[in-house]
């Protein structure tokens, strides 16, 4: 994303309000490794604000997890019906798009992972697209400068959604139930309302003075006289039901060809948008090679282009395999050491990826054996390296505004979900009386490939815009695997943030010894190549493991909590420990109202 002066003065003001806030909660003290950690808060590492008791959710039958306990509930109450993981992945996208609708959507898009019992996994690309009449130089001034919030705002930040179309063939594909048995859920909690928790109102509020701005928002979203919602307000969504009563009656078509489509159009139409109704005619989801790797033993599935996130988590697991993590110990100076150059080497490698329709990606070279020995064999063991020695990267402008749904039924069926509208509540406008908020992907691609952004990055013309493109991503929906059974079901929000997020919670499991929960609850630290310096969340670091790795050149930033992690893992809470259950649950309370619901 372009950012301009006075759009990035606010944002590091909103930044140090939010680091005053985390300033208060001091530096906590983190343990040399001791397997398994018992309870890593009993050693100092300081739960994040809201955090439930670091214990897992156990599940006989299977699991859901997500960001909001009431879509939870969905996926674990089509299970109890007999539906299988894709009824209850599709029954949770559905119920997320009414219950979380700052990120869950019908507007938007996404990617799955999904492994079936007994079968390689398949990765499922529903994301958005370019419209058909989309121009390389679209947000730019007649001067060639990027127009402020234009990519951002408005319909004509909209791209073409694949949410529907998405659910709707991973359901025709593989599920059981009937769709209106899948989409009961979401229509009940669209006509009859549900009553807004803290965490609710907390989202409703990061958009309440634009969704104002869009007359259809601003009546489904604010009170009657205008005034935000308040928690213990019940948020009724009857336009909303009543679109998603029409794709039960109609499957996809009733979105891409009938009466939705319609109302998106002319509201698009009207508002100096570009969609047109080829754009939704000719949209299809796709079925891509997940990328893999493996990780002591473990085989790791995730996400290929036009995701950057499965290469980059892919890279950095790679990287970390060939030192002794355990050994090395939880957040210590030498493993945090290695944690951050392999981050680094990743991030930095992500130059020239995009669409695989459009351009050609060096997945291979990136993660050949003899290149990653090659990154670690110029990795110094007490010092760091300076970004500016790295080749030239991509910077990601994706936001981490998105949201991530596991499940995992009875016969092993696993699928990693994570979609979204962009920012919260996207372009922040509503699809006419649809009841549906419209994405505003098209601010991921590169707006002017060439110009440098905030960190002084070029633009990759690989992610430049063009017509039935879909924009690069850091969404990397992940299942681990052992001997061919699904094991860890893992994936994140968090933009740019999201494979360091995913790494630090499978460094947690297989190294640490922590259990899902645990795993989760984890303090996180990023880098990401530019800017030099490393993110941390409060409590990540002890005071003398940060005086030893600055006086090898590393500096810190202290951030707010990111990230939304929701977790599965089979067999018992940890990688070696096993429990009276089949599948335990992990969710991240870093923002409340999330939840892990055993079945």
Do not use: C
């Given at each position: 994303m372009q950012t301009t002066p006075t759009t990035l003065f606010s944002r590091v003001a909103r930044h140090v309000v939010q680091v005053v806030c985390c300033l208060s909660a001091g530096i906590a003290t983190l343990p040399a490794y001791a397997a398994p950690v018992a309870d890593p808060l009993a050693y100092g590492a300081a739960a994040p604000a809201n955090a439930a008791v670091a214990a897992p959710v156990p599940g006989q039958h299977g699991m859901a997890v997500s960001a909001q306990k009431l879509a939870s509930e969905v996926g674990a109450r089509i299970l109890a019906k007999g539906g299988n993981a894709a009824d209850a992945a599709v029954a949770m996208g559905y119920a997320l798009a009414v219950v979380y609708p700052a990120a869950g959507n019908l507007g938007g898009g996404g990617f799955m992972m999904l492994r079936p019992p007994g079968k390689p996994a398949i990765f499922f690309d529903f994301r958005e697209k370019a419209p058909l009449a989309a121009t390389p130089d679209m947000f730019l001034d007649s001067k060639g400068n990027v127009i402020p919030d234009?990519?951002?705002?408005?319909?004509?930040?909209?791209?073409?959604?694949?949410?529907?179309?998405?659910?709707?063939?991973?359901?025709?594909?593989w599920g059981h139930l009937p769709r209106a048995v899948v989409m009961a859920p979401a229509i009940q909690l669209a006509r009859d309302g549900f009553v807004l928790g803290e965490g609710d109102v907390q989202l409703l509020n990061t958009s309440t003075a634009a969704l104002a701005q869009d007359p259809y928002a601003r009546k489904v979203f604010l009170r009657p006289d205008g005034s935000p919602f308040q928690p213990g307000d019940r948020l009724v969504q009857k336009n909303l039901a009543h679109s998603l009563e029409l794709i039960t009656q109609n499957g996809a078509d009733a979105f891409y060809k009938g009466p939705i489509a319609a109302s998106i159009l002319e509201q698009s139409k009207a508002h100096g948008g570009i969609l047109q109704a080829k754009d939704f005619e000719h949209y299809q989801p796709r079925e891509l090679p997940p990328i893999s790797c493996t990780y002591r033993g473990l085989l790791v599935e995730t996400a290929p282009p036009p995701s950057a996130g499965g290469i980059a988590l892919c890279e950095m697991l790679e990287i970390l395999a060939g030192y002794d993590m355990h050994a090395l110990g939880l957040h210590t100076a030498p493993a945090?050491?290695?944690e951050i150059?392999?981050?680094?080497?990743?991030?930095?490698?992500?130059?020239?990826?995009?669409?695989?329709?459009?351009?050609?990606?060096?997945?291979?070279?990136?993660?050949?054996p003899a290149y990653i020995a090659s990154i670690r064999a110029h990795i110094p063991p007490n010092r760091a390296i300076p970004s500016a020695d790295l080749r030239a990267g991509v910077a990601s402008p994706e936001k981490p505004e998105t949201t991530q749904f596991s499940v995992i039924d009875q016969n092993g069926f696993a699928i990693s979900t994570t979609y979204t509208l962009n920012g919260w509540f996207g372009a922040k406008v509503m699809g006419g009386d649809t009841g549906i908020i419209m994405n505003d992907e098209m601010d991921d691609f590169s707006l002017k490939p060439g110009a440098l952004n905030m960190f002084g990055i070029p633009g990759s013309a690989a992610n430049a815009i063009a017509p039935g493109k879909t924009p690069l991503s850091s969404m990397a929906p992940t299942i681990i695997s052992r001997d061919n059974r699904p094991l860890m079901v893992i994936g994140s929000p968090g933009g740019s943030r999201i494979p360091t997020i995913i790494l630090s919670v499978i460094l947690g499991v297989v190294d640490y010894g922590l259990n899902i929960q645990q795993?989760?609850?984890?303090?996180?630290?990023?880098?990401?190549?530019?800017?030099?310096?490393?993110e941390v969340e409060a409590n990540a670091l002890t005071p003398q493991v940060q005086q030893t790795l600055e006086q090898e050149g590393y500096s810190f930033v202290l951030h707010a909590p990111w990230g939304i992690p929701e977790g599965i893992l089979v067999g018992g809470p940890g990688l070696n420990s096993?429990?009276?259950?089949?599948?335990?649950?992990?969710?991240?309370?870093?923002?409340p109202g999330g939840a892990a619901i055993g079945e």
């Open positions: 234009l990519s951002l705002l408005g319909w004509k930040a909209v791209a073409v959604p694949g949410t529907v179309a998405g659910l709707e063939a991973v359901h025709k594909r945090l050491q290695r150059e392999a981050m680094r080497h990743a991030y930095s490698d992500r130059r020239d990826l995009g669409d695989p329709a459009f351009v050609h990606n060096p997945v291979s070279s990136l993660l050949d795993a989760i609850d984890l303090p996180r630290l990023h880098e990401q190549w530019m800017p030099q310096s490393v096993h429990g009276p259950a089949r599948f335990y649950g992990g969710a991240d309370h870093r923002h």
